[in-house]
């Protein structure tokens, strides 16, 4: 088996998540330098597995980020903007192929607004490792005697199991 236990932190969900769109925008401005046809079947490949990725990463970085509370309105969110986009996408291609006269400045475009999507994603990931930092490195108030009222307590309940086994 694969030992994937190294994904389990958020950040480095979302630093996969932000490598794989990294990856959907670099094939996608190389597409029009593609000049045979070998060249473009193996970008298509690597641009399908790339955007395999990003897809089954994406529902996970949502959840890591809105968490199972609000899960399913970020998720609503995720889907309404998709939506948008791929309604607004055809038509401002085809307006930059009739302002052209060439399919290059589309796949321009596009790959251009990957990079900015992977600008925003490093800006959430620096954020999210900034706040882990934080958060681990913060000094905790405990007292003495909470900590031994915890451990007299600990001890209680393991007492209570014991007499009923």
């Not at 809105?66 to 038509?91: E, H, N, Q």
């Not at 192929?97 to 321009?108: A, C, P, R, V």
Request: with cysteine; net charge negative; hydrophobic share 50%.
């Amino acid at each position: 088996m694969w030992d994937i236990s190294f994904l389990r932190k958020p950040t480095r969900r979302l630093a996969g998540l932000t490598m794989f769109v990294f990856a959907i925008g670099v094939l996608v401005l190389l597409n029009p330098f593609m000049s045979n046809y070998k060249l473009l079947v193996i970008n298509s490949a690597i641009l399908g597995v790339a955007t395999a990725g990003y897809m089954v990463t994406s529902f996970i970085v949502l959840l890591d980020l809105s968490g199972v509370d609000l899960y399913k309105d970020a998720l609503a969110a995720r889907l309404s903007i998709s939506a948008i986009a791929s309604f607004a996408g055809p038509p401002i291609v085809g307006w930059l192929l009739d302002l052209t006269g060439n399919t290059e400045m589309s796949f321009y475009f596009m790959g251009t607004s990957c990079m900015l999507c992977v600008v925003i994603l490093c800006g959430l990931l620096y954020r999210l490792i900034r706040k882990t930092a934080v958060d681990v490195s913060a000094p905790t108030q405990v007292s003495i005697v909470a900590l031994v009222e915890e451990e007299q307590e600990g001890d209680k309940c393991d007492d209570t199991i014991i007499e009923y086994m």
